[in-house]
């Protein structure tokens, strides 16, 4: 299997999703700011979501249906089995960003810390092209990860830390900036992390 793919399984099984440094019961700021800027409670794609609780929240604001789209099969897995009672509603993708083409669209696309695993070039220009082809119309991607004053690896590997500013230039001039907040994340070991979340569409 390709190390990218072991290295996260080994993640999730290791820890509970409670337990892992990124880990929040009701992720506010994601959700506040896809319900200020979302064209309709569609369709979401949360990328590199883990086993995050977003979907759990978005089912409850009353959207239409979530995708979750991870590397790690053990996360997805743990999310299917919470969201149980959403499986018509609910879609898990086993995949890299960067190897992936979507097969729909998406109204909204989201991202909370993934996109600043990648550090190369190549894979951050796969990752806007997938981004590119993947939303709807009107739709919105909110992308958040550590801000430039934030910590510079993230669960034992090194990040891209970006503001608004940095995240557009890297995404190329067809998008445009709709809204930018920081947001000071407590981990379950008490420490403190920032992260810059920007809300942007084409
Ligand atoms: C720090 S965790 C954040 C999880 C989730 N977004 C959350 O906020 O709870 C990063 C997640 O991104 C996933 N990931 C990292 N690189 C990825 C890639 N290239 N393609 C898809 N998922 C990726 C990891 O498997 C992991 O679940």
């Given at each position: 299997m390709d190390t990218r793919h072991a290295y996260w399984d080994r993640v999730y099984t290791e820890k509970p999703e409670t337990a892992v440094s990124w880990y929040e019961l009701c992720p506010a700021s994601s959700l506040d700011l896809i319900l200020r800027n979302a064209p309709a409670k569609g369709n979401v794609i949360d990328i590199g979501g883990g086993a995050s609780f977003l979907p759990?929240?978005?089912?409850?604001?009353?959207?239409?249906?979530?995708?979750?789209?991870?590397?790690?099969?053990?996360?997805?897995?743990?999310v299917a089995r919470r969201l149980d009672r959403f499986r018509d509603r609910h879609r898990c993708i086993v995949a890299d960003v960067t190897q992936w083409s979507p097969d729909k669209h998406y109204d909204v696309w989201h991202d909370r810390a993934a996109l600043h695993f990648l550090t190369e070039p190549e894979d951050q220009r796969r990752y806007g092209a997938?981004?590119?082809s993947a939303l709807a119309p009107g739709g919105i991607a909110v992308i958040g990860g550590f801000a430039p004053n934030g910590p510079s690896?993230?669960?034992?590997?090194?990040?891209?830390?970006?503001?608004?500013?940095?995240?557009?230039?890297?995404?190329?001039?067809?998008?445009?900036?709709?809204e930018s907040i920081e947001h000071l994340h407590e981990t379950p070991g008490g420490s403190k992390r920032i992260f810059c979340?920007?809300?942007i569409s084409k």
């Open positions: 759990d929240h978005l089912f409850e604001a009353g959207f239409d249906e979530v995708t979750s789209l991870d590397l790690s099969a053990v996360a997805l897995a743990r997938a981004l590119r690896r993230c669960s034992g590997l090194p990040v891209i830390q970006h503001d608004s500013a940095s995240l557009l230039d890297m995404l190329g001039t067809e998008f445009k900036l709709l979340f920007s809300v």
